[in-house]
């Protein structure tokens, strides 16, 4: 199948101050991307997210490692795999003195073949066609953050970086942004890498999940496949804790996952919820609360990196 | 002219700075002519008006250009120019837009270099404008009208390599005040060589030859030894400043 990103092995060290030791930001970190594709990259603050995407975008230099963007080394060939690439890195930055169309113009002007009305087209997409007139400093974060969105896209590349686009943005904007990645991977073709820490939003629209925790990859996968093959989780309010406790921890196919008081929170494994209940019952376990609900990214995520 | 170039032109031309600098120089330079070389303001200041006056009121006003007050302008814009478009995270943005890095610091290179030799040209103008002014055509007598404008293309091109040294400073510092505090260290060692008999440390240092030319040889002609020695040193400099850039463009994280 064809693949429009290859990354295998990458690795990025970086010089502590005192300059004997160094840390590891990015190791061995590999994924594949296929067209239309849109992968998620999760992890902490620090786990190694941007320093990712900027090795991909040639921005950070890499130790050790191999990216090939739609068939072209990145390092044999940068110019050629760049410029398949749109990325919008970071805190949305521009010529404030500018307007939302001078800005893009004049990254528009550094491609051969633009033609004529696509920066306001880009604009349009991006729902700022209105705002085009408007310096930049005028803009809010929201704003700014769909104008990188547009330049990212100048030159039509065939892949698009953003590294947490929806920062700053309100709940419908963030919605808004997430519709348009969705909508732009179906009708152009474009296959995106989007960092976020929206792991609700990024359940629901990402083809594709990488989570990285210390800069190793700890995860990674189809998004389906990987909440489908997690179980079923159950939060239940139980009388007699210590009997229930010592319970839930003998009973097979099943694992405590947490209790705080007479809450417990339980991974259903190997057994069903019918079964679990009944297990209950013939324990002559009181139940005063009990409710089932799907493994989500957000507890997997919690899961793999030790969150609470 | 590259597009990468253009758009740089176009930013750095757009700096208030420039304007209000150039608008200062120009007020300096008129009350220079017309009020520190009067008879009156002569006595109070000990002026030789016969000196810095007439003919030579262009060559005098260019060391106020050159010596410190253009260094530390150049200093301050390009910091702008450059550290601060680093801090703020558009100096790599044409780097995602097909532009390869050493592209991008020619670019930067190209339209600093253009700008410092532009503003002597520009400084030059304001001088003979305002010695035009008080002076009328006497300030055009030949020998010194040509020995002026040499001097002024001699440090349009020590700007120039003033300039990619300070291009090299930003790069390799990525700071602002870094990169003025290491030009007024810069401009504190150059007096200092000027100054001092260590012979040997004053043929390699680059400043030097300005001052030369502009103070050891003020209102006469620079001897052609001096003159080619100091253009060669100056030429070695530049180079390697600009050699010292590209290299840290190359290896530069962002």
């Not at chain 1, 990216?67 to 060939?77: A, H, Q």
């Not at chain 1, 073949?113 to 997409?125: A, K, R, S, T």
């Not at chain 1, 007479?262 to 019952?281: G, H």
């Not at chain 2, 304001?126 to 002014?133: E, G, K, P, S, V």
Request: with cysteine; aromatic share 12%; proline share 2%.
């Amino acid at each position: 199948m064809e693949k429009i990103i290859s990354v295998k092995n990458l690795r990025k060290t970086y010089k502590k101050s005192n300059k004997l030791n160094s840390e590891t930001a990015v190791d061995n970190v590999c994924f594949e991307l296929t067209p239309q594709s849109i992968m998620g990259l999760l992890g902490t603050n620090g786990a190694g997210k941007t320093t990712t995407l900027k090795m991909i975008t040639n921005l950070c230099s890499k130790d050790k490692g191999k990216i090939v963007i739609d068939n072209v080394s990145l390092d044999e060939n940068p110019g050629l795999a760049l410029s398949k690439v749109g990325a919008a890195l970071d805190t949305p930055s521009f010529y404030q003195e500018l307007t939302a169309k001078e800005n893009i113009e004049c990254f528009a002007h550094l491609y051969k073949n633009i033609p004529d009305g696509q920066v306001m087209e880009l604009l349009d997409y991006v729902g700022l066609k209105n705002q085009a007139e408007k310096k930049v400093k005028q803009f809010s974060l929201g704003m700014k953050q769909r104008l990188a969105l547009a330049r990212a896209m100048l030159g039509q590349p065939k892949l698009i970086i953003l590294d947490e686009p929806a920062n700053g943005l309100d709940p419908q904007g963030q919605i808004d942004l997430y519709r348009l990645i969705c909508d732009m991977a179906k009708e152009r073709n474009t296959t995106f890498i989007v960092s976020s820490h929206q792991l609700h939003d990024m359940e629901k629209f990402c083809t594709d999940i990488l989570i990285l925790d210390k800069g190793k990859s700890i995860l990674q996968g189809k998004t389906e496949e990987i909440l489908s093959e997690t179980t079923n989780i159950v939060d239940c309010i139980l009388e007699e804790s210590k009997t229930a406790e010592t319970l839930l921890s003998r009973c097979q196919g099943i694992s405590l996952v947490s209790q705080k008081g007479n809450l417990f929170t339980i991974r259903l494994e190997t057994v069903c919820f019918d079964e679990f209940i009944k297990k209950l019952i013939a324990n002559h376990l009181y139940i005063r609360y009990l409710s089932m609900r799907k493994y989500s990214l957000q507890d997997l995520f919690l899961k793999l990196t030790g969150g609470a | 002219m590259r597009p990468l170039t253009k758009l740089y032109a176009r930013k750095i031309y757009r700096q208030k700075l420039i304007y209000i600098f150039f608008a200062c120089f120009f007020t300096a330079s008129f009350f220079y002519a017309f009020l520190i070389s009067t008879p009156q303001m002569e006595e109070m200041l000990n002026i030789d008006i016969g000196v810095v006056g007439g003919k030579n009121f262009p060559e005098f006003m260019m060391r106020f250009y050159v010596g410190t007050v253009g260094i530390l302008f150049n200093a301050f814009l390009l910091s702008l120019f450059i550290c601060e478009e680093d801090r703020s995270r558009m100096l790599y943005q044409p780097l995602l837009h097909g532009e390869t890095r050493s592209r991008m610091i020619r670019s930067k290179v190209c339209v600093a270099v253009g700008m410092s030799m532009i503003f002597v040209l520009l400084t030059a103008f304001i001088n003979y404008l305002t010695a035009f002014m008080r002076w009328g055509y006497e300030i055009f007598q030949q020998d010194a009208c040509i020995r002026t404008l040499m001097k002024y293309m001699l440090s349009g091109i020590y700007m120039s390599v003033i300039t990619l040294g300070i291009v090299a400073l930003c790069i390799c510092t990525r700071s602002a005040w870094k990169t003025i505090f290491s030009v007024v260290i810069y401009l504190l060692i150059d007096q200092f060589i000027y100054s001092s008999n260590v012979a040997l440390l004053q043929k390699i240092w680059v400043g030097y030859y300005l001052n030369l030319w502009t103070f050891t040889y003020e209102y006469q002609n620079i001897p052609l030894n001096r003159l080619l020695m100091g253009m060669s040193i100056m030429i070695l400099y530049g180079i390697a400043f600009f050699k010292i850039s590209l290299w840290r463009t190359q290896k530069m994280d962002f």
